[in-house]
Nanobody, 129 residues
Framework: QLQLVESGGGLVQPGGSLRLSCAAS????????IGWFRQAPGKERERVSC????????YYAASAKGRFTISRDNAKNMVYLQMNSLKPEDTGVYFC??????????????????????WGQGTQVTVSS
């Protein structure tokens, strides 16, 4: 069974940190570009960060730049999102998604969520005092 599973979410105070993990099973991530998305209640799913299949290219939304770091370990079939200096507006369900890589990273940054091949079930992040 092909699936992505996120973990690492939780409740954290403003200014705190969390590290989200995305584990793939049933397929290898070597050939996939990865995006992290989040969805707050009543809002559309938004792209937070992306990384290409080799890990050499990354993208961050303006809201995440300077605070979040995306990385991957293809040997472990894992992708991570380190989130520092968390704010209440970072609250939401965080999803990882995979799309087959074709070497065009700009495409990954602009793809609609429905165009990704695989999605995880999400992990809740709540930033509150």
């Amino acid at each position: 069974q092909l699936q992505l599973v996120e973990s690492g979410g939780g409740l954290v105070q403003p200014g705190g940190s969390l590290r989200l993990s995305c584990a793939a099973s049933g397929f290898t991530l070597d050939y996939y570009d990865i995006g992290w998305f989040r969805q707050a209640p009543g809002k559309e799913r938004e792209r937070v960060s992306c990384i290409n299949n080799g890990g050499g290219s990354t993208y961050y939304a303006a809201s995440a730049k300077g605070r979040f770091t995306i990385s991957r370990d293809n040997a472990k079939n894992m992708v991570y999102l380190q989130m520092n200096s968390l704010k209440p507006e970072d609250t939401g369900v965080y999803f990882c998604a995979a799309v087959g890589s074709n070497g065009n990273f700009l495409r990954v940054v602009t793809l609609r969520p429905a165009e990704y091949d695989y999605w995880g079930q999400g992990t809740q992040v709540t930033v509150s005092s």
